[in-house]
């Protein structure tokens, strides 16, 4: 007779199996009544307790959206309050679905009637017009809090029902378990000696052929598929044994064949990459240079092997770079930077190459960092282009003022002295030739002002300045004209704030260029508000409207020369101010953006440095 690893098993674990059998028996009856209180515990009461955890946390979530309405941020406030209702609505249903215990139905019911007071009671609060500070913060804790409290009481109150519930039903799984445990105890260990007296007989068998296959596998794993098992059985190991040698020969021959894949993949990326025209630096987690392509050597000027391997300073020397670099790698992402500061300029052979730098980085397929990819791409032509069209409009400019201040002053001469030799049709002429005059006027005072400020002329008198000084300024000068249009223009300047160092008048044309702004697309009844904070080394000052807004499509190139919001000219805008207003705030070491929603108005921010950080 033949015997098989299989029989040899079933025999020498016959026994064994038959006394499984009894154990088994035993430990059904036993089991039995410790799963139904498992399953009291955790069908009847564990839904529920998520449930209330749920809610008690989406209320508190939208207490914090009421509060950060409070502080002003409606938008943020109105998303998260609504985002969290939702939850809370949904993890209500599912309490009220799972109601299996006594008293737990009249909670959800003080849940859903408290928590309705407590909406009706935001949804009045978000209606109150005006946002001082003590009205607002007398409403939220004489209606708001208390109808919160209740809710949370109420959805409190539900869980430590439930958990007492679970606890009771947990003694009594105990108690099961224990008359379970030793009865099993006992029966276990008799099973448990049976079973290592035929392990002890059965492992001699097992233990020798299992030991040379897991040899074997140890130097599969080292990368030596070149190992055979030997096959001198005619069992289930035997065979086993044959099959493992297969599949090391068909291990070897993948290896074979992905090397070669691998080396043509690699060869491929390096095509590539050597194809490309812009320059291309591969640079690892310890900032040293892995690879680069011959764009990117030539673009520095080094050889490209003797380049790969050192640090990243000793090929680029630029610190701007470097540390752009340095913290990409470091926080895992590009770090925000000015436009403006993502050129650098390499010197050769008498003449400036400019070029362009994107830093993105690199994970692995684990979401480790491993490196991250430096793109340089040759602006040169595009900024000689720039240089000779700034050169061109100032030139132009310049040449067009003379004409255009000899036709003004001649128009204005006809005016005066041919009047009543004019027919009406003829003053109207009159009239509107000198006012395309003056317009033009102003757009080559806008030209003028915008070149010498491009090619650093400007001049700055710089010197600590209150913001207050800076803001009343500029209100004073447009109060009345708001007034005239039916608008309420704003100062909310703290009095305390730190000074700032800055241009006086220079600030205050960017202040009033962007309140006039506010003032043309702001209807009859609106507001515009000025507001100022510290934020670190710098001083944020912001204009905020609730006009028209800015379309999506010109936000990113409203402070481009000469681009117009639609409408902008019928009201005899140039599309110069704003170019202005980047330009000066630039030359003071700041930045300025806007914030707008089409239909909900605008918000246009800028930076100054605060005096005492120049003193540091």
Known sequence: ?????????????????????????????????????????????????????????????????????????????????????????????????????????????????????????????????????????????????????????????????????????????????????????????????????????????????????????????????????????????????????????????????????????????EAVIQSIDDGLVVIGAGLDVEDMNPAAARALGVNRKEALGLPFPDVIRSEVLFQYVKETVALGEAPAIDEAKTYFSVERGGMHQHYQFVVTPVYTPSKTMSGAILLLRDVTKLKELDRLKSEFVATASHELKTPLTSIGMSIGLLQERAEAKLNDREQELLTVAGEDVARLGRLVNDLLDLSKIEAGKIDLALEAVPVSLLVDKAVQRLKAQAEEKGLELINRIPGHLPDVRADANKVTWVLTNLISNALRYTHTGGHIELRAAPAGSKMHLSVQDDGEGIPYAYQAKIFDKFVQVGGEKSLGGSGLGLAICKEIVRAHGGSIWVDSTPGLGATFTFTLPLASAQKQ
């Not at 207490?63 to 209500?92: C, K, M, P």
Request: hydrophobic share 45%; glycine share 6%.
């Open 1 to 269: 007779m033949h015997w098989t690893l299989r029989k040899k098993i079933l025999l020498g674990y016959g026994v064994v199996l038959l006394l499984a059998v009894l154990v088994f028996g035993w430990a059904f009856v036993n089991l039995l009544g410790l799963g139904r209180a498992s399953d009291a515990i955790l069908s009847e009461n564990y839904r529920s307790i998520i449930a209330a955890e749920n809610m008690i946390d989406a209320l508190e979530r939208q207490d914090s959206g009421v509060l950060l309405y409070i502080l002003g941020f409606e938008r943020e406030a109105t998303e998260q309050f609504h985002e969290r209702q939702n939850q809370f609505s949904q993890w209500l249903a599912r309490a009220r679905d799972n109601v299996t215990i006594e008293g737990e139905a009249e909670i959800i019911q003080t849940i859903d009637t408290t928590y309705a007071d407590y909406l009706v009671a935001v949804s009045h609060f978000m209606r109150r017009s005006g946002r001082e500070a003590q009205p607002v913060r007398t409403a939220y804790h004489d209606r708001l809090l208390p109808a919160f409290v209740a809710v949370r009481d109420a959805s409190a109150g539900l869980r430590d029902l439930n958990e007492r519930t679970m606890k009771a039903a947990s003694d009594r799984a105990g108690d099961v378990a224990d008359r379970a445990m030793w009865s099993m105890g006992l029966v276990g260990l008799l099973t448990l000696g049976l079973g290592l007296v035929f392990s002890l007989v059965l492992s001699s068998r097992l233990v020798q052929p299992i030991q040379r296959m897991r040899e074997a596998t140890r130097h599969i794993a080292e990368g030596n598929y070149d190992i055979e098992v030997p096959t001198d059985r005619e069992d289930e190991l035997g065979l086993l044994a044959a099959q493992f040698n297969e599949m090391a020969a068909k291990l070897r021959a993948y290896r074979d064949l992905n090397v070669e894949r691998i080396m043509a993949e690699q060869k491929k990326s």
